[in-house]
């Protein structure tokens, strides 16, 4: 057993004092001291540092790294055809698992323990998730071209990987797919009793495109094609509608929020205010490392509370408490990972331990809008998943060498992009 | 002399992997390893690592950490009116010495190695820079009730302070002073041939009640007011015609931009392809903790560009290699440290090394794109002011142990918030 002490958790109901046991993967513990305290393999000072859930990064490419810095300041249409789709096109399963260990170096580096992923080599990208023990669910990326109909191995065979691997149905986007793909996908979900996942209204140039297309949002289009009966729910979401939020609302559905993306690429601002009001879930993601170009949830949790209060002109616009849950819960729910979302009796031990004697810390007039306001990588002392700790204080634990990681991904990006 | 080798460096032209050597408070060397070497204090493997000009934090209230997520989330006037005025008129000398000490960790926490600084008890704000060795530029900040002719003194004295301490012709705003203050100051700088700093076009409403006032824009006024004979500049302008860009341009002045602040506050977003293409100067600043609420020039960085983006709808908006040189070098000139502002042989040794080994930083396909559009503070390896190293590998080398520093700013803020 590991026994966290001394310090700050962040528990369902709020900030407590109390002590977090961690026994195998799971947290067996969380209460005052005891009288009677059992033997630790472990006992960790918190010395007033903080225990909370690892954040849920549930939208990104993990495997776009070796795009980082290489895409960047272009339009959008450009940004794909020029630099993201050619390059893409020189990937294999080998320089996929070379990037997407960067991207899982730099989740548990910014206290992150699961991400939610859309992109190619699914083969290569859950070896790395088991070789490492980090969860990576992934999401069916279908697009023109793609037969639909492997949806239904691909469910079985990646939901069935142990309990760091998993497969949630979706598509790429509604302008990359046709009907047939969103009747399969519908068909697969009631099969499965699974949710529906893609890119939704992201640009107002595709959810434009959409209504004259089908006459109708690409939101609407997919409640009336079946695809969220089982919930489900969308990436970006930044041209939703009061009836597309409804929609969402009444199915359950979540919007994962990506605001560095959208504003990196120009698309807009996601319309929390609305989202808020119609009581929608919501949930956070880097999107990829092309179109971000970090994979920071601070920074995410940041820019979504700040641009919703430039979108609304109003500085009372956002909620920091909402986004962290978002960021954390809303993730979890998100990717079916109801067992790792918070600091509870029986929940996986997916935690971060935040420094808090760092300066942008003090002083500690609110814990939550510290984190969210003024939290950064820096101040993650530890990232645990499933009761094993991979990264303290600046020092990975994944079972490879970083320095070697960064030299082979160095290798296939120079021999992709020149 | 102290040796960085076996790294990169930001040069004035560039990326190269000279070496850089220091003496004393001044940078002696830069350039390739030589057969003859001297003899060294201290040689540091760079490993790869970069160092760069230290960060200058051009605009920034550094006394109101105490305000640090106390002060959130609210509309401006509320803010100021319920926030930050009544608690503001409990400080003291001893308190606001407390408060500084926390922004200070944190700047060189960031790479930070000097500050543009507008607030109250200037000696006691000023024996912390020289105490601690860090470079505090005051600007004045005279508002309604204050004596306009104290800037003679004040200019003197903290003028002759040494090289950690230096003073700046200014005022707070147009709509918190009259006419006579501006004429004072104008005399003022006259007398000292300096540059004039103030707040400018932060607000919608400050802009248009100017016009309404004197017929003219906030920048207009102070030029024809004569207030921009010598130069100098202002803060957050975010309401800038292009007739005030022009006026800027015409005297040298330099727009110190404050996204995060303005963002948060909901004031609005630099028209910043208005300034490049008026070629105004340009430099960051982070405005104080209670409207940031982090003092990060590295998400500064990224969100200039990224509202800049956001502001234009259009993805090939902002220029990283432009706002990182005015986060360095701008900022240098703006606050008149102009032998601070690069890594240069006579340079002064005011800089930080970036951790080029996080995740975050890989793969490495542009050194520059990487800092503004992946970099955080966790990167920041070591920053050295004068040639004394103040942070290195998260620990401080200040003089003081920063838990006393935070417990003293904790005691101070408990007293003032309750």
Known sequence: MIRFYNGLVLEPAGVTENEVWVDGSAICYVGPAKADMPAFERE?????DLV???????????????????????????WLEKQVFPNEAKLDGESLAAFVKVAFLEYLAGGCTACFDMYYFPDAFVQVAKDWGFRAIMCESLTFGDDPARVYDRYEKYNNMGPFVGFRLGFHAEYTNGLDTFKTVAEAARHFKAPVWCHNSETKKETEECVARHGVSPTR????????????????????TPEDMDIFARHGCTAVINACSNGKLASGVFPLKLAMEKGVNLAVGTDGPASNNALDMFREMYLINLTAKLREGDAAAGDPALILNAAVSGGARAMGLADCDAIAVGKQADL????????????VNNVVKNLVYSGNPSNVRMTMIAGVVRYENGQFFVGEDPEAVYRTAEKYTRKILG
Do not use: W
């Open 52 to 78: 909370m859930p690892g954040f849920k990064n549930a939208h990104t490419h993990s495997g776009m790294t070796f795009l980082r810095s290489a895409a960047d300041d272009l339009p959008l249409q450009e």
């Open 221 to 240: 289009l997919f409640e009336d094609m079946g695809l969220y009966e089982y919930g489900g729910g969308g990436y970006h979401c930044v041209y939703f």
């Open 352 to 363: 971060t331990v935040i420094d808090m004697h760092r300066p942008n810390m003090r002083p």
């Open 44 to 48: 960790i000072d918190l010395k007033g």
